[in-house]
């Protein structure tokens, strides 16, 4: 949903898909949410479809006609696609292109050539943090995990001291900093400034990246001591090439979208005319799809003609690099869907009926509804869109800020102990070479942390600003 909808809906509600009293509503969604559960976790059901099926029991135990229930999802799906979809296929492809131009490793290398013994930890939380801020999480895990292994065995490093500021920095991307799908799609819902937001996001993240990364290390090295398993050190992808980007370009290229995007909110601050011709160049040049754009035409100069692509690699890379993204634009559009038959139900209007009510700050509401369907379905980014729905209408009255810390407060609570029903889960067990109980001792801690650090650090600074 757009901010022009968003702001259409707080001034003229929609009639409500269904009459359903409090209770019933608050049943409807119990189920709903319980469906979508069952399905990932009992029957390994697809997200997408999952949430398409609780999308529909939803509306089923409201009460509400099926055809009504039916238009809300896909009307929902669609603005949610058309909404953040280009955004996460553009920051895919830049991703691919740093990835298989040697572009990031350039970065890796270049940062670890400059640390050494103490430093080494704050090193890889500054290596994760700036990969990761095109980069889809899955991606920069598999990016990275060469690095840490090889950092750790050839330095004789403890796994954990290099491991854990590693994660700690791609996951703290991932929940809070757009270009990520999550955030994207909760500050469309929501109505959020995304300049603003962004700036909020790195301010939250500096510090509880910090604490989550190379301070828990000290701790997770002491209570999991493993070395790094040789079988999981795979090949670098610039090891196949004869040459590759230098760091500075491959910086600039990493850097582009976010400089872009926090220029148009500094813009819109110090201005703030719309018919402001400086304004309105900025609102198009800083608009996230012409600055991940901008990111990806610079990176076939900049990563893929000095890696030495040919035109025909170069058009194979971003068919490539789409292809993976698929299931994720599902499983994002399909939560929209979700979203708006939460709110076409009128599940949005008693939610905020239920927040003045409970006196319940709607910072805290909006990490505890993301924490508890993140415990459910293990998915961050379906927390994040599910919470998203439910707290949207919270945001009507919210001054710029605030919207985009109510974003912020999602996006800490969707990272919540992540458990056995979480893919990421297995994915560090796996490369790490670790069993279920030291992962939940040095990961699932960590996402914790990440979690309650990021979402206290909200909750100060609406005191503030």
Same mark, same amino acid.
């Given at each position: 949903?757009?901010?022009?909808?968003?702001?259409?809906?707080?001034?003229?509600?929609?009639?409500?898909?269904?009459?359903?009293?409090?209770?019933?509503?608050?049943?409807?969604?119990?189920?709903?949410?319980?469906?979508?559960?069952? $399905?990932?976790?009992?029957?390994?059901?697809?997200?997408?479809?999952?949430?398409?099926?609780?999308?529909?029991a939803l509306g089923a135990f409201a009460g509400a006609p099926?055809?009504?229930?039916?238009?809300?999802?896909?009307?929902?799906?669609?603005?949610?696609?058309?909404?953040?979809?280009?955004?996460?296929?553009?920051? =895919?492809?830049?991703?691919?292109?740093?990835?298989?131009?040697?572009?990031?490793?350039?970065? %890796?290398?270049?940062?670890? @050539?400059?640390?050494?013994?103490?430093?080494?930890?704050?090193?890889?939380?500054?290596?994760?943090?700036?990969?990761?801020?095109p980069l889809f999480f899955e991606v920069g895990v598999v990016?990275?995990?060469?690095?840490?292994?090889?950092?750790?065995?050839?330095?004789?490093?403890?796994?954990?001291?290099?491991?854990?500021?590693?994660?700690?920095?791609?996951? %703290?991307?991932?929940?809070?900093?757009?270009?990520?799908?999550?955030?994207?799609?909760?500050?469309? =819902?929501?109505? @959020?400034?995304?300049?603003?937001?962004?700036?909020?996001? %790195?301010?939250?993240?500096?510090?509880?990246?910090?604490?989550?990364?190379?301070?828990?290390?000290?701790?997770?090295?002491?209570?999991?001591?493993?070395? =790094?398993?040789?079988?999981?050190?795979?090949?670098?992808?610039?090891?196949?090439?004869?040459?590759?980007?230098?760091?500075?370009?491959?910086?600039?290229?990493?850097?582009?979208?976010?400089?872009?995007?926090?220029?148009?909110?500094?813009?819109?601050?110090?201005?703030?005319?719309?018919?402001?011709? %400086?304004?309105?160049?900025?609102?198009?040049?800083?608009?996230?799809?012409?600055?991940?754009? @901008?990111?990806?035409?610079?990176?076939?100069?900049?990563?893929?003609?000095?890696?030495?692509?040919?035109?025909?690699?170069?058009?194979?890379?971003?068919?490539?690099?789409?292809?993976?993204?698929?299931?994720?634009?599902?499983?994002?559009?399909?939560?929209?869907?979700?979203?708006q038959t939460l709110i076409d139900s009128g599940v949005g209007?008693?939610?905020?009926?239920?927040?003045?009510?409970?006196?319940?700050?709607?910072?805290?509401?909006? +990490? $505890?509804?993301?924490?508890?369907?993140?415990?459910?379905?293990?998915?961050?980014?379906?927390?994040?869109?599910?919470?998203?729905?439910?707290?949207?209408?919270?945001?009507?009255?919210?001054?710029?800020?605030?919207?985009?810390?109510?974003?912020?407060?999602?996006?800490?609570?969707?990272?919540?102990?992540?458990?056995?029903?979480?893919?990421?889960? +297995?994915?560090?067990?796996?490369?790490?070479?670790?069993?279920?109980?030291?992962?939940?001792?040095? +990961?699932?801690?960590?996402?914790?942390?990440?979690?309650?650090?990021?979402?206290?650090?909200?909750?100060?600074?609406?005191?503030?600003?």
């Amino acid at each position: 949903m757009s901010r022009l909808s968003v702001e259409m809906l707080a001034a003229d509600p929609v009639e409500p898909i269904t009459s359903a009293g409090h209770a019933q509503l608050g049943i409807a969604v119990l189920a709903g949410i319980a469906v979508i559960v069952l $399905l990932i976790t009992k029957f390994k059901l697809h997200a997408f479809l999952s949430l398409t099926i609780g999308s529909l029991a939803l509306g089923a135990f409201a009460g509400a006609p099926l055809d009504k229930v039916i238009a809300s999802f896909t009307t929902g799906l669609g603005s949610t696609v058309a909404g953040v979809g280009v955004l996460i296929a553009l920051g =895919a492809i830049l991703g691919k292109m740093l990835a298989d131009s040697g572009g990031a490793d350039q970065v %890796v290398d270049t940062i670890l @050539a400059r640390a050494s013994g103490r430093a080494m930890p704050w090193a890889m939380v500054l290596i994760a943090s700036v990969i990761g801020l095109p980069l889809f999480f899955e991606v920069g895990v598999v990016l990275l995990i060469p690095v840490v292994l090889m950092v750790a065995k050839r330095g004789n490093y403890s796994l954990m001291r290099i491991g854990i500021p590693a994660l700690a920095g791609l996951s %703290v991307m991932h929940g809070l900093v757009p270009p990520h799908p999550g955030p994207l799609v909760a500050i469309d =819902a929501v109505g @959020a400034d995304l300049g603003v937001t962004l700036a909020l996001g %790195v301010l939250v993240a500096i510090p509880t990246v910090v604490i989550a990364g190379p301070v828990f290390s000290r701790y997770a090295a002491r209570w999991v001591d493993v070395p =790094a398993p040789d079988k999981m050190i795979p090949q670098r992808a610039s090891e196949e090439l004869e040459k590759r980007p230098g760091f500075g370009a491959t910086l600039i290229t990493i850097m582009l979208p976010v400089i872009l995007m926090l220029s148009k909110a500094l813009v819109d601050i110090v201005i703030d005319d719309p018919e402001n011709t %400086v304004q309105r160049v900025f609102d198009v040049i800083g608009s996230p799809m012409i600055a991940l754009l @901008a990111a990806v035409l610079l990176g076939i100069f900049t990563l893929l003609r000095p890696a030495g692509f040919a035109k025909e690699r170069v058009s194979q890379l971003v068919e490539k690099g789409l292809a993976p993204i698929a299931g994720i634009l599902l499983i994002v559009g399909a939560g929209g869907g979700f979203k708006q038959t939460l709110i076409d139900s009128g599940v949005g209007q008693m939610i905020l009926e239920i927040s003045e009510d409970w006196s319940i700050p709607a910072l805290l509401l909006a +990490w $505890l509804i993301a924490v508890a369907i993140r415990l459910a379905t293990g998915s961050a980014t379906v927390a994040t869109v599910s919470a998203a729905g439910l707290v949207a209408p919270l945001a009507a009255d919210m001054s710029t800020t605030h919207a985009a810390l109510l974003v912020l407060a999602i996006g800490a609570g969707s990272l919540f102990f992540s458990h056995v029903n979480d893919a990421g889960f +297995w994915l560090v067990k796996e490369y790490f070479g670790l069993n279920v109980g030291q992962t939940i001792k040095t +990961w699932s801690v960590m996402e914790t942390i990440i979690s309650v650090v990021a979402g206290a650090f909200v909750l100060l600074l609406s005191l503030v600003i």
